[in-house]
């Protein structure tokens, strides 16, 4: 399936790359899309969160860095 959404894009393309699949990719969009969420985490993202949802972000930002 081909996708649209720029940050599943890029967290493919960084997985994929064996000098690059370690990083955590964390997607902080303004689009409320549900589909880019679903594309973004398929593609090998840690996380997806709406810009308005600011402390989540920062909560779950601060696990992820805990445990990698």
């Not at 967290?11 to 549900?34: E, F, H, Q, Y």
């Given at each position: 399936?081909?996708?649209?959404?720029?940050?599943?894009?890029?967290?493919?393309?960084?997985?994929?790359?064996?000098?690059?699949?370690?990083?955590?990719?964390?997607?902080?969009?303004?689009?409320?899309?549900?589909?880019?969420?679903?594309?973004?985490?398929?593609?090998?993202?840690?996380?997806?969160?709406?810009k308005a949802?600011?402390?989540?972000?920062?909560?779950?930002?601060?696990?992820?860095?805990?445990?990698?």
């Open positions: 399936k081909e996708t649209h959404c720029f940050a599943a894009l890029l967290a493919a393309k960084l997985k994929a790359d064996p000098r690059t699949a370690s990083i955590i990719v964390v997607v902080w969009s303004g689009s409320d899309a549900v589909d880019g969420e679903v594309e973004a985490l398929r593609a090998g993202a840690k996380a997806y969160f709406d949802d600011v402390k989540s972000l920062m909560r779950r930002l601060m696990g992820l860095l805990k445990r990698d």
